[in-house]
RNA sequence: GUGCCUGUAGCUCAACCGGAUAGAGCUUCUGACUUCGGAUCAGAAGGUUGGGGGUUCGAAUCCCUCCAGGCACGCCA
């Protein structure tokens, strides 16, 4: 049966986790115990406690004044969760402790592993989510401080498109504002066309650059460039032609990063996009009365917000012009009005914050009810903790590090499989290279800052990309070698197209479960549904990280423990569906993180 | 000056709308290989959660205060 088949075969029947079914049948015995229907239940956070523990016995012990311990026992009393655990047991102070049947995780497992979303409920209340991540500069080239926003907004979009919103990935770019009038000048003064056919956007840089210093000595530059920007935005043919190419090269050179990182944008609509609707703003907010003229300026006041009462927001500047308040209001407007966004995202560092909090602010006075995030994240700072930057004091070149981290994977390669075809060693090392970047990004909780570390991102121990990479790897060797020994199998998952290939029809069959590394990963694997929609609360993708670190790790102890091929049937086939259960949610699981897996490495 | 963020083992980090004895990895040390990829596993050592108060059955988590670092605060984005 190929898994397009079975697709079509089996119901779209969403599947419960243990930690729902067991939340429902804790909601019955509340409600019977004549008690509030609503308690938390959770992962145990020590293997000694079971598997899911409950304090709702203190809660309510603390709310009505009685004993936990035995409000705990009434509970448990009217527990029926024999299906699923023996007798629940009352620990420490009060809380109820769950342990699973061996029988019950067989059949979940087995549930999980027939189920090609392995386990993960869609959500009940999709979406329609923009998510504004990444944002280059134009006429900058991406840096190390793109990193961060792109991939934590690349994965969260997967994360939520996996779920079943709808996900609308937007690129804001930055190709508008006072520095083009420095490009432009700098464009018609120092321009060398020789190189800027040989590297685009690297001259623009070099003019950029080169325009800021004079102009930041020279008045009759500045004024200059002042110039070339009145004209630009009064759409001057000639300096429009030229901010028209700055924009296109820049873009191609995005394209490469995107096309290395394997980032996909659904909109790019920059700055520049909003640029007619700038007026229409002001003129709203003025007509509102949410925006008032104040020494010349177009502004709005909070004066009934203590945050903000002190921070007034400028939106239309003293000499006309609009900035980038005025576009995010803008960007506001069209996301709901025209997209019908009901959700939106930002991904932009906590530098932005009071930004933010000012723009919503207006929003909300105007009546907007979009659910408006701004999802923050920390620096990433080089070994000696400050802000990464290169020897000579520039931003690191996000490419250049990119292309860095896949040399350096290939060099590993080479030491560790030379035998490997030289496309082979190439695609791995890309792999493993951008993989190791993500992963140590995504692996951290995004507010704390990060100090980036090549050695530390790709080692092939601890909590890194590779580790898990090769976790992965393993098992699909043991498949590689299985299919050379010939033996059939009952397998529905990634291993069951090559099974097929090879001739053998899978069969339906059961887990069988005798050890306790087997359990405890057969547990594990049921854990995959309760932990992914957990990412989008509180934007942590690091929680899926920590996750499939800790599957890598029960299956690795698996592994040591129990034979696969050379085992007796039937622990044979359920190992072998364990062990194809598991690279299917490492494969998954890093691919909802935007990161992929080779075959060998 | 005002506000926001951060401070957890030698190092890098988890755990945060309060929950059980604060967990991992790296490093160090001790074990396990005629290995289905040892790129592994099992174990040990390592802590006054920046300091001090407070709230309560219970605080890394909430409140106050102090210290240290970072960031932001009207015409850049």
Not at 208 to 218: F, H, L, Q, V
Not at 315 to 330: C, E, Q, S, V
Not at 580 to 598: E, S, W, Y
């Amino acid at each position: 049966m190929r898994r397009s088949d079975r697709a079509a075969t089996v119901p779209a029947v969403p599947m419960d986790t243990f930690q729902s079914l067991l939340a429902k049948k804790l909601s019955d015995a509340l409600a019977r115990a004549g008690l509030p229907e609503v308690g938390e239940l959770t992962q145990a956070t020590d293997p000694r406690f079971g598997d899911y523990q409950s304090n709702v016995a203190l809660v309510f012990g603390k709310q009505r004044g009685e004993n936990p311990r035995a409000l705990a026992e009434k509970i448990v009393a009217h527990l029926d969760v024999d299906e699923f655990c023996g007798r629940p047991a009352v620990a420490g102070t009060g809380f109820i402790n769950f342990t699973l049947r061996q029988a019950a995780v067989e059949k979940q497992t087995l549930e999980v592993l027939q189920d090609d979303r392995l386990g993960v409920a869609e959500t009940e209340s999709p979406r329609r989510i923009v998510i504004d991540f990444g944002s280059p500069n134009v006429a900058k080239p991406m840096h190390v401080g793109h990193i961060r926003s792109t991939v934590l907004g690349d994965a969260l979009a997967r994360v939520a498109k996996f779920l079943g919103h709808e996900v609308i990935r937007d690129n804001h770019v930055g190709d508008w504002g006072t520095q083009f009038g420095m490009v432009i000048w700098g464009w018609k003064n120092l321009l060398d066309r020789q190189a800027l056919q040989r590297n685009p956007l690297a001259e623009i840089v070099r003019v950029y650059k080169e325009t800021n210093e004079r102009a930041s000595r020279d008045t009759e530059v500045r004024e200059a460039c002042r110039q070339e920007l009145v004209k630009l935005q009064a759409g001057d043919k000639e300096n429009t032609d030229i901010w028209n190419e700055c924009v296109a090269f820049s873009m191609q050179d995005f394209e490469r990063v995107y096309k290395l990182l394997d980032i996909r944008y659904d909109l790019q609509c920059g700055e520049s996009f909003y640029n007619d609707q700038l007026p229409n703003v002001v003129d709203r907010l003025l007509k509102a009365g949410i925006a008032e003229i104040s020494e010349g300026a177009v502004v709005v006041f909070f004066r009934d917000d203590p945050d903000l009462a002190d921070k007034p927001l400028i939106i239309r500047k003293r000499d006309g012009g609009f900035n980038y308040a005025t576009t995010d209001l803008a960007t506001i407007d069209y996301r709901v009005n025209e997209l019908k966004a009901d959700t939106i995202w930002y991904v932009v560092g906590a530098p932005q914050t009071l930004h933010f909090k000012q723009i919503f602010a207006v929003a909300q006075r105007e009546g907007y009810t979009v659910d408006v995030r701004h999802v923050t994240f920390g620096s990433v700072l080089g070994e000696d903790r400050k802000l990464m930057k290169t020897r000579s004091g520039e931003n690191v070149p996000l490419r250049e590090l990119l292309e860095e981290a896949c040399r350096r994977a290939r060099k590993i390669i080479d030491e560790k499989n030379p035998d490997l075809s030289e496309d082979e060693k190439n695609d791995i090392a890309e792999k493993i290279g951008i993989g190791a970047v993500k992963y140590a990004d995504l692996s951290q909780y995004r507010t704390t800052d990060y100090i980036f570390s090549w050695y530390k991102m790709l080692s092939l121990h601890g909590n890194t990309a590779p580790y898990l990479q090769n976790a992965y790897v393993r098992i699909r060797s043991i498949f590689r070698k299985a299919g050379a020994i010939a033996v059939a199998t009952p397998l529905w998952g990634v291993g069951a197209a090559q099974y097929e290939e090879a001739g053998h029809r899978p069969v339906a069959t059961a887990f069988t479960l005798t050890e306790p590394t087997e359990i405890n990963l057969a547990k594990r694997l049921c854990q995959f549904a309760e932990i992914v929609p957990q990412v989008l609360n509180g934007f942590r993708p690091n929680i899926l990280a920590n996750y499939l670190f800790e599957l890598a790790n029960s299956f690795h102890a698996f592994y040591e423990a129990c034979p696969v091929l050379k085992s007796e049937e039937p622990a044979r086939s359920s190992r072998l569906m364990l062990s194809d259960l598991t690279a299917r949610v490492l494969q998954r699981g890093l691919d909802l993180l935007g990161i992929k897996v080779p075959e060998r490495m």
